[in-house]
């Protein structure tokens, strides 16, 4: 399997639930990103990492947790989320910190 | 702040009807202007780098160009296939290397 792979695509969860999202990149970038994408407004960079360090924090909500356990992988951890939170998360992941993004076909949450 | 503005919103074409989409930057030290192509349920795919004003890129039906405050798509005789959301990001430096994206534009290619 190459490029991006996000799982799961779709997730419906409660305001109490926790769950989380999980992204792998294919492509030995060292760069991993997530974004948030909803109705009517540009995507919005949530957090940054490189070489498995947090660069970047944009001012994210606490209710969103990131994990990055190598280069490859990237997860975020959901809990006690809003319905405002319902979007399309999208991961990507570069050569490095400023180069080309490449991203996943992203996951559909649905908060309830 | 760095801002990015696409217009139109939306834009309906005849199959064979050229035309452009335009992205508005406002950015301190541009690094690059990015165009990428999302198709629903999809996440977005690169298309084109531009890095500096009198840049052109050519792919298939596409050429993008840059100018010191705006950059253009042009699609020339497009196909229902090239039905998508454009999205154009800017990189500024100074650090920061994120990417600052548009709204869109929502092409519609009627055969």
């Known amino acids: 399997e190459t490029g991006v792979t996000q799982t799961p695509r779709h997730l419906v969860m409660g305001m109490t639930n926790k769950k989380s999202l999980k992204c792998e990149q294919h492509?030995?970038?060292?760069?991993m990103y997530w974004y948030k994408q909803s109705a009517k407004k540009p995507l919005e960079l949530m957090f940054v990492?490189?070489?498995?360090?947090?660069?970047e924090n944009n001012s994210v909500p606490s209710r969103f947790s990131p994990e990055c356990p190598n280069s490859s992988h990237l997860f975020l951890h959901l809990h006690t989320l809003q319905p405002e939170d319902s979007a399309l998360y999208l991961c990507?992941?570069?050569?490095?910190?400023?180069?080309?993004?490449?991203f996943g076909a992203g996951t559909r949450l649905s908060v309830l | 702040e760095d801002q990015v503005t696409q217009s139109p919103e939306a834009l309906r074409l005849q199959e064979g009807e050229s035309s452009s989409l335009n992205c508005s930057y406002t950015?301190?030290?541009?690094?690059?202007l990015f165009w990428y192509r999302q198709d629903p349920g999809k996440g977005p795919e690169f298309l084109f780098t531009?890095?500096?004003a009198g840049e052109e890129k050519e792919k298939e039906r596409l050429k993008a160009t840059l100018t010191k405050k705006e950059s253009f798509l042009h699609i020339t005789a497009p196909k229902p296939e090239d039905s998508a959301t454009y999205l154009c990001?800017?990189?500024?430096?100074?650090?920061?290397?994120?990417?600052?994206f548009g709204k869109g534009t929502k092409l519609t290619v009627n055969p």
């Open positions: 990507a992941s570069s050569q490095d910190i400023g180069n080309i993004q490449y």
């Open positions: 492509l030995g970038h060292n760069a």
């Open positions: 990492y490189n070489f498995k360090e947090q660069t």
């Open positions: 950015v301190s030290g541009l690094r690059g």
């Open positions: 531009l890095y500096s």
């Open positions: 990001a800017v990189q500024a430096g100074g650090g920061s290397e994120k990417l600052v």
